[in-house]
């Protein structure tokens, strides 16, 4: 049973308006929520306000270069690697080194993706395929 303090009791306190008690610190910047009676609401102005947010789908060209045996990528330096595929195909979006050895290559144009096709040698290590 709620007490109230003041001497009031529970039939005066009903005349009283409540108000809502809030966090001052609010829930961040990413995600803000509007409370209050309506907030579960939609209203005519939410749905003229409301933004719509379209996915740009980028079309990525995936490349695996495998390695001849015992020329594996495991051991190189990331830094070399990227310098070296900067040289020969250009600023790819992302370079690899997989788990077999084989380097997975990720590139923003199709001219890139032919260029990458045609290395035989990276980093002192020949292409198989």
């Known amino acids: 049973m709620a007490s109230c303090s003041g001497g009031f009791s529970e039939d005066e306190n009903m005349d009283i308006g409540w108000s809502m008690v809030e966090n001052r610190r609010g829930r961040g910047g990413k995600y803000k929520v509007k409370w209050g009676l309506n907030a579960g609401k939609r209203s005519l102005d939410d749905e003229e306000e409301r933004v719509e947010i379209k996915k740009i789908m980028m079309e990525n060209f995936k490349i695996i270069l495998k390695f001849k045996a015992g020329q594996d990528m495991i051991g190189i330096s ?52």
């Open 78 to 129: 990331p830094i070399s690697l990227s310098n070296g595929l900067e040289k020969v195909v250009g600023d790819v979006e992302l370079a690899k080194v997989l788990r077999d050895g084989n380097l997975l290559i990720i590139c923003k144009i199709a001219e890139q993706k032919n260029k990458a096709l045609k290395i035989l040698m990276i980093c002192k290590r020949e292409v198989l395929e």
